[in-house]
Every structure is written in C-alpha cells, then in structure tokens.
C-alpha cells in the first residue's frame, strides 16, 4: 500500500508532456521542429535544431547578416558559441526584456502606423 502511495506522488521538476523546438525565419514560417519531453531544458536541443534546417540557408555575409533571437533558456557560453560558429548574430534576452521589446514595438507601431 505504501508503495502505491509514492508512485503517485510527482517528483519536483518532473513535467509531462512535449516541448516543441522551432526555428522560424523572419517572416515565421518554420524552417526547423525538434519535438521532446517536456523536462529536457531548451538549451540542450539547440544544436538539434541548429542542424535540422530543412532547406537551403543562404551564407551569411556582411550585407545579408542573420540574426537568431531567442529566449532565456537558450543562454551560456556553449550555446553562445553554438549559435555564432553557425554565421548567426545571437540576441538572447530574458522574458522579461522580451516583454518589454514587444511593448516597444506594438507603441511604435500604435505610433507611425
């Protein structure tokens, strides 16, 4: 009976269900999915997703640069390197600054447009 007791119980940090990985190109439309369990941090599928590009990326170049934006769970200084060896320009920002970006943008459109 004891037994049955704690395999009810839910560890700390467990989580069910998936997490989706996507890369998207400027106008969103997905270029890359990496699809897994809900308890794996996103910076550990960086790479997967990074290498899983399903069509042609153009090189990067001094006029045609591109940037890679993502969230908080993609800092440290491996995924940093990850994403610079790849041609990309990184801009990793906290929810918190992600929030307030969006805030700019939506009153800057309010404004001109």
Do not use: F
Not at 46 to 72: G, M
Request: with cysteine; aromatic share 2%.
């Amino acid at each position: 009976m004891q037994k049955n007791l704690l395999e009810q119980i839910q560890r700390i940090g467990e989580k069910n269900g998936s997490k989706k990985h996507i890369l998207a190109d400027g106008r969103g439309v997905p270029l890359s999915v990496v699809v897994t369990g809900a308890n794996r941090h996103d910076v550990s599928q960086l790479e997967k997703v990074l290498n899983s590009i399903v069509t042609e990326r153009p090189e990067p170049t001094a006029k045609n640069h591109q940037n890679l934006c993502a969230d908080n769970g993609y800092t440290g200084e491996p995924a940093l390197e990850s994403i610079v060896l790849r041609g990309y320009i990184p801009h990793v920002v906290s929810r918190r600054q992600e929030k307030r970006i969006w805030r700019t943008i939506q009153l800057t459109k309010l404004v001109v447009g």
